[in-house]
């Protein structure tokens, strides 16, 4: 099976609540998605999609991708996207760096994958593990009162875990952190995810301040060596997302004992093939994941949901059913959060058909 064309759309997702805001004052008004479909000679079509958050949370931006692509492109074509292996090694002799480029080529290849053989890739990461996997939802910074009404309406729709944007002033988080937690109910998961936002002196005295409560700490500072000062400093279950950016840094971080869960965004590794490696990797050395990308619609989300519902229960520490913070569906048989959480779809490959007139013209058309 050979690559015949690979073609790019560019996708506005609006947010449903009109606005996204995370540390630093940093915020993002709508997904600048983009789409990746893959055609081979044999007919076959694959589908991927990637959707950094804005251009200034990893270092990835919705421009990038396409002028990612539309290097990257003609080198693949006349290639097997079956061969996932040698695929990855392609694009990463073609493109150094830039994973997020490489993420949907590489979904759409395990799309096809996935169709050649039957399957849905879920089958193919591994298998079903359990049930459906529980989606956490990601509170938008705002002031303590509204993120406390803000986690009110997200149980109300069927969530029971929650990731509060904090990482802004001392004072003002130490206040999101108590009001919301103030509020839990029993079984329910907090997590404060300052998304980089502390020095070690503001992240120690956040520590120290919520310290008689059960909550998580997600990647308060930049540096790798912050973030493990202010991990011996704490007794919370500590998360690390924006530092874990390869297979090194997480050998690097696990030989340091520097957190008890990882976070999982299939773009900052590039694509299927390497978060699963990740995700494997963690299974075998006791660490638990949340499971997610930075962003985008139906497609997206289904390549979450597979990587998800073949991780073993026990390590699943939180999923992203990143769909449900947008307003336009584009693929039938996506993922739909049902009480809080999302099952892989069980069509073959992801399992999902995207709407193509709703994709309109391509911007990218290699062949
Ligand atoms: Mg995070």
Known sequence: MKITRILAYRLDLPLKEGRYGFSGGRSI?????????IETDSGVVG???VCPLGPAYL??????????????????IGHDPTELGVMTGLMDRHLKGHPYV???????CWDILGKVAGLPLSTLLGGRQGGAVQCYRAISQDTPERM???VAFYRADGYRRYQLKVGSDVATDIARIEMVAAGLQPGEVLVADANTGWLSHEAARVVHAIRGLDIYVEQPCLGFEENLEI????HHPFVLDESIDSVAALLRAHHARAMDAINIKISKYGGLTIARQMRDMCVAMGIAMTIEDSGGGDIATAAIAHLAHSTPEAFRFNCSDCNSYVALDIAEGAPRRVDGMIEAPSGAGLGVSPDMKLLGEPVISIQ
């Open 231 to 234: 991990r011996r400093r704490t």
């Open 59 to 76: 270092p990835a931006y919705a421009q990038g991708v396409r002028a990612g692509i539309a290097e990257l492109g003609p080198h693949l």
């Open 29 to 37: 008004r709508g997904y600048d998605s983009t789409v990746v479909r």
């Open 47 to 49: 589908f991927g999609e």
């Open 148 to 150: 406390t009404e803000s």
């Open 102 to 108: 490489k993420s949907p080529i590489d979904m759409a």
